[in-house]
């Protein structure tokens, strides 16, 4: 029996989506987009990057043939020849487009109610939500209460943190309740803890996530965002992926924040990273001690959280190829029976306006010794991918979602 790694490239979209409009993205396609910026000398960056994108083991798995399948249009710089892996695009069927929504989906449970949100007023919070998160965590207040830029809220914010110990609270387009705070002068478990109180008082809002965003340094040096970020999620939907394994007795690792999305629920063994790079080298070496029909489920969320919501297109197409060219130390850790999907939660067209993810479809690329290359269609639900590798592995299908496997 193989072992399965599925690995999320965190909002690297493909472009059109149907119901885009809905959620005012129609036309957004972030690797469309950013193929056609890098030819036009658009994601170009002194010292970083230049010249169009390159992704050669991406497309000789199917990228460019996704990317077509899905737009109609196809992408300058990549291949529409016959791939080595199995390709196509991915439907996401859940209400949102923020992590949550995709992840669960992936492993086979659509998200069908409402996530909650806050509106962009100022403030942006519910009175009487900061009422009791002042007096439950025993603080002398609060700052920021609005929508924001969680880098940009810091520097202007963390002196005033520091001086007064109030937590710096945010939101944005997303269900999320942000809580940003110093790790020396306010405290790395007290921010924890805090989180925690918010996320029970946020569970009858649908607030999908309460993270904590830790930072250090000065107003005279700077603040910067640290490695230790935490996600603070609604349980998962059960019957999924996870839970299938977990109670087949399979050995599950999770790597970067999977644990936070699915609320560390039949989640196994828990490795985080400081980046894409760490987190590739901690699937590997997941890999290399995994037990047969054991699975890997792998967040790389550098794509999003650094270039994406910053709408920095040199730096996601670099950050792209830099994923791409470590597509062969993951393909050499495959052992004969092993089956690797690469797919994708959501959009983050970085060439988009505002900051916000993109509703848009996602790629599926599949591939493993035995596995039969060629087209998978367009899969009519993200949960495809967790029906599929439920199948690869054995285990009791999750509650949605079709294999592509004959």
């Given at each position: ?13 493909c ?80 209400k ?148 299938r ?16 999305i699915?609320?560390?629920?039949h ?54 190829e ?37 509703r ?5 690329l ?41």
């Open positions: 029996m193989g072992r399965a790694i599925v690995i999320v490239l965190d909002s690297v979209g472009g059109g989506a149907a119901d885009a409009a809905a959620y005012g993205d129609e036309g957004a396609d972030t690797l469309g987009h950013l193929a056609l910026a890098c030819a036009a000398g658009e994601g170009d960056r002194a010292g970083l990057r230049a010249g169009p994108l390159r992704a050669p083991n991406l497309d000789a798995l199917g990228l460019g043939l996704a990317m077509q399948a899905s737009t109609g249009r196809a992408p300058p710089g990549f291949s529409t020849k016959i791939a080595r892996g199995q390709w196509g695009y991915g439907i996401e069927t859940s949102g487009k923020d992590t949550p929504s995709g992840h669960w989906e992936i492993v086979g449970t659509p998200v069908a109610f409402n996530w909650g949100y806050f509106p962009p007023t100022d403030p942006a919070f519910p009175p009487e939500l900061i009422a009791a998160v002042i007096a439950e965590a025993k603080l002398p207040g609060i700052l920021g209460d609005r929508h924001a830029s969680g880098t940009a809220i810091i520097d202007v914010l963390g002196e005033e943190h520091v001086r007064t110990g109030k937590p710096i609270c945010y939101t944005s387009v997303d269900s999320v309740f942000q809580i940003a705070a110093h790790e020396e002068s306010f405290g790395l478990e007290r921010l924890y803890e805090l989180c925690r109180i918010v996320r029970r008082l946020c569970d009858p809002l649908a607030i999908g996530r309460v993270i904590a965003r830790p930072f250090v340094g000065s107003a005279s040096e700077g603040f910067t965002r640290t490695p230790r970020r935490k996600d603070f999620s609604i349980p998962p939907l059960p019957d999924n992926l996870l839970q394994c977990a109670e087949a007795g399979r050995e599950i690792v999770c790597v970067g924040k999977i644990g936070d699915f609320a560390h629920r989640t196994g063994r828990e490795v985080k990273g400081r980046n894409n790079s760490e987190n590739i080298d901690l699937a590997l070496a997941a890999l290399g001690e995994l037990a047969d029909g054991g699975l890997v489920f792998v967040n790389l969320v550098d794509f999003d959280s650094d270039y994406g919501h910053r709408r920095d297109a040199p730096g996601y197409a670099a950050c792209i830099a994923f791409d060219a470590r597509l062969p130390e993951i393909e050499a850790r495959l052992k004969p029976g092993d089956f690797c999907v690469l797919t994708a939660d959501h959009g983050n067209d970085p060439i988009w306006r505002g900051t916000d993810h993109t848009e479809h996602v790629p599926i599949a591939f493993g010794a035995g596995v039969a290359p060629g087209p998978i269609g367009a899969r009519q639900s993200l949960a495809d991918i967790g029906a599929t590798v439920a199948q690869r592995l054995g285990v009791g299908a999750p509650a949605h979602g079709q294999s592509w496997l004959k």
